[in-house]
């Protein structure tokens, strides 16, 4: 009758402690990232009360609490349009640090401070791999802590690349040499010091109409007042195919291995006291069809000097930072760490997890390269509770609550019974 009492008592305090964990989860349906956690039941060991020699007979001595387990499914993304919400949409976790402890989180509503260092809400510096400036790849040697120069500004860069495209007219005409038809456009390119100087191209029809190949004489000039190309021109002959595409430069085929793009150079005074730098120009996007001329130049590589107009994170974790000359620098690629056994992680509060002996050292890596994860600029993942589920719990909860002081309820019943028959 003792045991029925005991496993009466076991049943109500058991259940009680899921009743916590259910109505933990409850509470946090709508903390970021949280993760529900899941009661699991075991039976305690039963006591023989018989044997013989086929089997033994046992009688349970009630249940105990076997483990409460994290469920790290993947929450839903809610999206905010912040650009330092972040969320994970796969494996793994945020770094972040407090003092010399490395901490995991995914709970990525994160802010930069007044010192341009992305932080948590509670004041931990998110980590990262600083990104070298020459090569473009992450040191991963070492983490960072996640910052911007919020005074940073993108020095200017001269122009050594032209690229020009669009149609030149087939209908054009030489005029029989006297006073051909011409095309003329412009663009602008800019010297080490951002300064702008216009570079003006013209082409000329040279070949006598219904002759093959066409011909133009394409002809290169800068402001003659800056004299950017020290006051020279660059002249050049190109040819079109009769399928109206381009087939050869200065007699050179763009096919032969000995092709090299026409060249304008700049004036040491301007760039580089070597004098060695030049533009090259890229004609392979020119046509000669039959319709209305309309060659530009479809981009150059100069740019003026620049301020940082905004920052945003790509789906690797990647940092850049934009800046209204047009250059996009990257800066720092996110940290992310996952354990060999997530399940043996230290719950801390406030979204964080800390390693410990079950949970193994944590692993670092990259989103989309060790880990398997993008990283969601602009939204948050969502708490993994599922409130049907929960109230489903709790009911099941309640009944075995229920059952088991019913058991304590009748088991004293019978006691009482026992007491009263010396009456």
């Not at 903390?31 to 046992?58: C, D, G, H, P, W």
């Not at 082409?203 to 002809?219: H, L």
Request: aromatic letters at 8%; proline letters at 3%; a negative charge.
């Amino acid at each position: 009758m003792i045991r029925s009492l005991t496993s009466g008592v076991s049943g109500l305090v058991n259940h009680q402690t899921r009743m916590d964990v259910v109505g933990n989860n409850i509470a946090n349906v709508n903390t970021i990232a949280f993760k529900r956690s899941r009661t699991a039941f075991n039976e305690m060991l039963a006591q023989e009360v018989s044997s013989n020699s086929f089997n033994a007979s046992y009688v349970g001595l009630g249940i105990g609490l076997n483990a409460i387990d994290v469920s790290w499914t993947q929450g839903a993304l809610e999206t905010t349009n912040n650009p330092t919400d972040l969320a994970i949409s796969g494996d793994g976790f945020f770094i972040v640090r407090d003092g010399p402890r490395e901490l995991l989180t995914r709970s990525g509503n994160f802010t930069f401070n007044r010192a341009g260092e992305l932080i948590t809400p509670s004041g931990l510096k998110v980590q990262g791999f600083a990104i070298d400036k020459t090569t473009g790849l992450p040191d991963m040697t070492q983490l960072s802590d996640v910052s911007i120069d919020l005074a940073a500004g993108s020095p200017p860069r001269f122009t050594s690349e032209v690229s020009v495209a669009g149609n030149l007219d087939a209908a054009m005409s030489d005029n029989g040499g006297v006073a051909p038809e011409t095309y003329e456009m412009s663009t602008i390119v800019f010297d080490e010091q951002g300064n702008k100087y216009p570079m003006v191209f013209s082409f000329e029809k040279i070949s006598a109409d219904g002759a093959d190949p066409d011909q133009f004489q394409v002809t290169v000039t800068g402001d003659p007042a800056a004299a950017p190309f020290g006051g020279a021109s660059t002249v050049f002959t190109v040819e079109f195919g009769t399928d109206g595409l381009l087939q050869s430069v200065d007699g050179v085929a763009t096919t032969d291995p000995a092709f090299a793009l026409p060249t304008i150079g700049w004036d040491p005074a301007f760039v580089n006291i070597t004098g060695a730098d030049a533009i090259e120009i890229d004609l392979s996007g020119i046509t000669h069809f039959r319709e209305t001329s309309s060659v530009v130049v479809t981009d150059q590589n100069g740019t003026s000097s620049g301020k940082l107009v905004g920052f945003g994170f790509n789906l690797d974790g990647i940092l850049e930072l934009n800046f209204d000359n047009g250059h996009q620098v990257e800066v720092f690629q996110l940290a992310m760490g996952n354990a060999n056994n997530i399940r043996g992680l230290e719950t801390l509060g406030n979204n964080l997890y800390s390693a410990t002996e079950n949970s193994g050292i944590i692993k670092r890596g990259r989103a989309g390269v060790e880990m398997s994860a993008d990283i969601v600029s602009g939204a948050l993942e969502m708490s993994n509770v599922d409130l049907t589920n929960e109230f489903a719990e709790m009911i099941k909860t309640q009944r075995g609550f229920q059952a088991a002081a019913r058991v304590i309820r009748t088991a004293d019943e019978l006691l009482t019974e026992i007491v009263n028959l010396k009456r």
